[in-house]
C-alpha cells in the first residue's frame, strides 16, 4: 500500500522557523492532493494547508504569509516552510495525501504525525 514519512518537527523560539517534510512511498500509481494538517492539545484537527497535483496552494487564514506548501512530485514529497512561527503554531502536524495505488482505488492517507513546539 501506501506509507508515509514525516521528519523535520522539533522546538523552535518564537519567530523562528522549521520545514517539515513528508514523503510517500509504495505501489503507488498516482498522487493527487498533498496536504498538512494539524492538532493542539484539546482541539480539533484543522487543515492549516494544501496542493493539488496541478500546483494550487490553500491555507488556513491563520497561517497565510509565513507558511508554504511545496511539493516535488519527482519524490513523491511535500513540504511545509513555516516561518515566523509563533506559540499557537504548537500542535502535531500531521500530512494526509490523496492517493491511488497501483492495486485498490483512491484513498486517503495519514503520516504517523511530527511535534512542533514554539516557545514565547
Known amino acids: 500500500q501506501v506509507q508515509l514519512v514525516e521528519s523535520g518537527g522539533g522546538l523552535v523560539q518564537a519567530g523562528g522557523s522549521l520545514r517539515l517534510s513528508c514523503a510517500a512511498s509504495g505501489r503507488l500509481f498516482s498522487i493527487n492532493a498533498m496536504a498538512w494538517y494539524r492538532q493542539a492539545p484539546g482541539k480539533q484537527r484543522e487543515l492549516v494547508a494544501a496542493m493539488s497535483s496541478g500546483g494550487t496552494a490553500n491555507y488556513a487564514d491563520s497561517v497565510k504569509g509565513r507558511f508554504t506548501i511545496s511539493r516535488d512530485n519527482a519524490k513523491n514529497t511535500v513540504y511545509l516552510q513555516m516561518n515566523s512561527l509563533k506559540p499557537e503554531d504548537t500542535a502535531v502536524y500531521y500530512c494526509?495525501?490523496?492517493?491511488?495505488?497501483?492495486?485498490?482505488?483512491?484513498?486517503?492517507?495519514w503520516g504517523q504525525g511530527t511535534q512542533v513546539a514554539v516557545s514565547s
Open positions: 494526509l495525501v490523496h492517493a491511488r495505488p497501483i492495486a485498490g482505488g483512491a484513498s486517503d492517507y
